[in-house]
Nanobody, 126 residues
């Protein structure tokens, strides 16, 4: 049984930092691209960040580029999102997701992902 378990998050003031982590089990981690998505209150779920399976190449939504850092540890089957210079607009439920690797797959789209974590709340106060 595949499980993605997020941890971290919480409440922080604008300009502060938080990190969220995700531990994966029940899957062959190196066969999956991992991504972070978020769903702000009253809005659709949106892409935040992802990387190649190696973790060397990363991609970010324009809204978080330069402030968030995605990292992947293939030895521990974990991914982490370090969030700096947080803004109230970053307030959302953050989800970790796993997508089977394959050719011509759009890893920026939530529909590509096969498994999802339960989500963790990040609230940024102004």
């Amino acid at each position: 049984q595949v499980q993605l378990v997020e941890s971290g998050g919480g409440l922080v003031q604008a300009g502060g930092s938080l990190s969220v982590s995700c531990a994966a089990s029940g899957l062959t981690f190196n066969n999956y691209v991992m991504g972070w998505f978020r769903q702000p209150p009253g809005k659709e779920r949106e892409f935040v960040a992802t990387s190649t399976v190696s973790g060397i190449l990363t991609s970010y939504a324009d809204s978080v580029k330069g402030r968030f850092t995605f990292s992947r540890d293939n030895a521990k089957n974990t991914v982490r999102l370090q969030m700096n210079s947080l803004k109230p607009d970053d307030t959302a439920v953050y989800y970790c997701a796993a997508a089977v690797t394959g050719a011509r797959r759009n890893y920026f789209s939530s529909t590509t992902y096969n498994y999802w974590g339960q989500g963790t709340q990040v609230t940024v106060s102004s």
